[in-house]
């Protein structure tokens, strides 16, 4: 039976001959049970806790169901993983494509197996996990950091744990302190380091959220204890997602930190500290959904076409309101630099879709039969694309059979000469057939009821701007939020035309441009791909 072998190790501080060992033990198992080995299938450096970025595992579910195998030899089933979601998984549909798994310590794995190695590989990372959270309580304990970059420090080579202060940094953060403290709001000291190309913490520029941080989290330059000589740890907890395999934080209450002086790290007087985070206080003010603020009928839609951020409000001028791109307003990150009123977007977006939405009833249709003829041709095409992937399959196990029987004295030399380049040539001209095959479109196919639903939206937006009532009605605002994804405001020149573009939610799912999806130059609706906006001002 053909065998193929998988093994891992965790961390970066094992040795590379780690995965040999293991191999070489798989492959010893092998001989010993008469399997032939044909692949190995390997993750350095990987952590069993999440499938998520091991590619040697991905590429062995892959050659098992395309049925490159029939035996699956590991060290031992933790190897596989740790979770018990995940070894269940990858043992269920193993065992679907008719894969055994063998591990060399424990023999053939069954559901009991799996089920009580699973839980053994659980117990071990959460034990992991609190052996490491007690050494890192152990490290603070001792005056030293427990780890992660702190902007205004470096790691002192060979002494773990232990940092010393970089010079030109901590002149930066003594500046932001004073700044902050003498009354300039985080978005203007950002703007100034952007416009002296001071580098930022991490990636290309300064924001507001870098300075101000967050009082539920405690983080930020300005709540950061560090600066004031203490070492404060475990303000957040990680957590890993079982859905993307990604850690994400979660904040620890204050009674959970640990705390100690540390005032050899000392950058900022104590005074200008306490000041700086009283100020903090003073400002935070309301959260944003604690305020009632009523809500335009654009909030949330505009981005920048420029940076893709979004757009907020700048400053109001003769009573009314203008907005700008938030990189931009917040730490000059952006070259879109000009403000625009805000009621004349909302006009010329509202105008644009009036000027497009002719008939409710004759859009639904397009998007009804659109969606059938993009169905129709993907089957079509996935039938001529499984056809002659079908076929390179059968021909290269007639490949596989006729090597193997070679191989093994079944088969002539003038036998192989005479069958063997026939089918190569033949795979081959598959392949290349394959790869100029037209693609089937990439689509979500949409439900009757998803059409009726679309219609029904329409209709209702419709509705909503022939009644002329924007102001704070929020039927108009409900229905534009049903249908439109985004509106990007382009750059344009102070004086000129807006250019603004309406993407909309169905588009973005059948990949085809319909209702709301257009572009409006002022008040004017672009119903042609290459028309010229006009030139007059606004």
Known sequence: MRAAIYARFSSELQSERSVDDQVALCRAFA?????????VYDDRARSGASIFGRDGLMRMMDAARDRAFDVLIVEALDRLSRDQEDLAGIWKRLKFLGVDVLAVHDGKADQIQI???????????????????RGLSGVVRGGKHPGGRAYGYRAVPGKPGELEIVAAEAEIIREIFAAYVGGRTPREIAASLNGRKVPPPRGGHWMASTINGSLARHNGLILNELY?????????????????????????????????????????????????????????????????????????????????????????????????????????????????????????????LKANL????????????????????????NVSRARIERRIGQVTREIDRLIDSYAKGFSEDEEMKLRLPPLRAERQKLESDLACAEKPPEMVSLHPAAILRYRQQVENLNQALSAETLGDDQEPVRALRELVAAIIVHPTQTGE??????????????????????RMWGGTLVAEEGLEPPTQGL
Request: with cysteine; hydrophobic share 35%.
């Open 358 to 381: 002719t008939d409710p009833a004759l859009i639904a249709e397009y998007v009804r039969t659109y969606n059938d003829e993009r169905k129709r041709l993907a089957a079509s095409l």
């Open 228 to 352: 004031a000589g203490r070492i404060v740890w475990n303000k957040v907890r990680m957590i890993k997602n079982p859905d993307t395999g990604k850690r994400v934080s979660r904040p620890n209450p204050p009674s959970e930190w640990q705390a100690i002086d540390a005032p050899h790290l000392r950058i900022v007087d104590q005074d200008i500290y306490e000041k700086a985070v009283a100020t903090k206080l003073e400002r935070g003010g309301p959260k944003p959904h604690q305020k009632r603020t009523p809500r335009r009928p654009l909030s949330g839609l505009l981005r920048c076409g420029h940076c893709g951020a979004g757009m907020s409000m700048k400053d109001r001028r003769n009573n009314r309101v203008r907005i700008q791109c938030t990189q931009m307003k917040e730490g000059g990150a952006c070259d879109h630099r000009r403000a625009y009123d805000l009621e004349t977007v909302e006009r010329t977006v509202f105008d644009g």
């Open 31 to 39: 001989l010993k049970s008469g399997l032939e080995v044909v692949a």
């Open 115 to 133: 089920g009580i190695r699973g839980l053994v590989g659980a117990l071990y990372l959460q034990d992991l996990a609190h052996k490491v959270r």
């Open 497 to 518: 035309r807006l250019n603004i573009e309406v993407r909309g939610r169905l588009a973005a799912l059948i990949g085809h441009d319909v209702f709301p999806q257009a």
